[in-house]
């Protein structure tokens, strides 16, 4: 692909916000980019006062891609108020479709979710387009953000499925549109992310694969868009082979133009499809390498999660299960230092998962208890993790109960495989694995720790309300089958002993991962 010749970027604070006034495309990221890197804690006061709204919509772009949504969606608000107050009428319509838009993507995830709420975003959008229509003066003196800006707001309608409102509203940024190819190629896209989302998904495919060809002055945001476009409804219709190869063209543009932030969200997308292609090696590189740059950037959304998950994922199905856990733990930890539980939870859980397929069944303990830390107030969960803990403490002394033997975990080539890293990992987890002596000062020290776990589960799910028995009624049934095993013990019973590795569960038995 030819090289593309970019304008250069001010070095100056206040230089930065006076491009950013009416930047768009490529030019308006690189900018972007420059506030996140070169300024990304400068205050308000930093800039002059007629600069202040293009520094607050920078800054609110910032805060979205370190992770802080909420302060992020304040700050537009302030932006759009500011603007509202300056009489900039653009600057306030991109700021509140920026926050409008945004909460179209996060549907799922947003405090105001669900369908009582689409119609709230809906009317928010609509005022927005009718803010610029009734000011016919002030799109003129902005024709350039003013497109970009309705071009956003169609993709807005198109997410929650309004279509035709963003079929009229594109039909009114054409009126207005400048003569600039970049801009008309983003309204056409705009036109393609409505045939998609109303189902007509081969017509969007083609239409995109057209305006992929046409010539811009904004080459890369050309490139950048579109193949972005293809690669999401490529992977959304299972060709994941295209899906990949557009993605990966947008990452490395996005790398070879110093565009790093943008270049991990495109590695985070090229990975789904290349998951789906079992292309595992080169997903555990490119999260690796994604990760890094998110974290030099200090960046911690939702991207990084994701990121986390599917690294510990992959390197746990390629038998790596040492770095699977180390993984786990960092990025387990970093999640639950931002307040993110849930993503803690499900980290320490696959590195425990991980730790007990290698033999570090001491290490599984540990962050099997973790969990049970963060389960908080959901009792059959806490529950849950204090018996995984307590099977693991037994393990560590070599005593293994048989719902506790070593799983065929489905997203886990076995610790056994013949692969130089598994390999290794086998020479060094030798020194882990303990023949059983239910007699010795550690195996009676273990069982002692793993009843009073015990004991706290079952104080836990005997504390269940009512209404919620049921619920807990299967924890419950599984604390009994292994309280009953560790009684046997206790009485100096011969325990069951998992002595082969690779040996399958009884068929009635649910595996670990079921458990």
Known sequence: MQRFTLPPVPDSLDELCEAYTDATGSYAWRLADRMLRAFPNAPLSAVAPHHAISFLRLRA??????????ACRAIFKFAATQAAGAGDIVSQAAALAQLHVDRSFRLDDDTEHGSPFVGAIRQDLRDIVDLLLDNPAAMTQNPDLTT?????LVHGFALIGANADGRETLDQARVICPEKESLKARLDLADAVLLACSGQIDEALEFGELILGRDS?????????????????????GRHVD????????????????LPYMAVVAAMEQISSLVELDKLEIVVD????????AHDLGINNEVVRTLDIVLVQSLASLGRHIQAVNCAEIAGTRAREHGDVDTAILLYEMGAKSARISGDQARAANLYGFCAELAGGEISLRARFLRKESAAI??????????????????AVPHTADTPAARVEDETLKHLETAPNINSIEARTALSLAKDLMDEALS???????????LAAPELAKWNE?????????????????????????PDLPREDEA
């Not at 002055?217 to 219709?237: H, K, S």
């Not at 490119?286 to 740059?293: E, Q």
């Not at 013990?489 to 399958?504: K, L, N, R, T």
Request: proline letters at 6%; hydrophobic letters at 40%; charged letters at 25%.
């Open 61 to 70: 772009t910032i805060l979205d891609a370190l992770g802080d949504v909420s």
């Open 148 to 152: 970009a800006t309705l071009a956003h």
């Open 217 to 237: 002055e904004d080459p890369l945001a050309l490139q950048v868009e579109v193949r972005e476009f293809l690669g999401t409804w490529y992977r959304a219709i």
């Open 243 to 258: 899906a990949a190869n557009h993605l990966k063209i947008v990452t490395d543009l996005c790398r070879d133009y110093d």
């Open 286 to 293: 490119l999260a690796s390498w994604a990760l890094d740059v």
């Open 394 to 411: 037994l393990a560590t002394v070599g005593l293994k109960p048989p719902r506790e033997k070593p799983s065929e975990e489905s997203c």
């Open 460 to 470: 836990l799910l005997m504390s269940t309300p009512k209404g919620e028995r049921g």
């Open 482 to 506: 292994l309280r009953a095993w560790m009684a046997e013990v206790e009485e100096g019973a011969q325990p069951s002993v998992a002595s082969d590795e690779s040996a399958q569960l009884p």
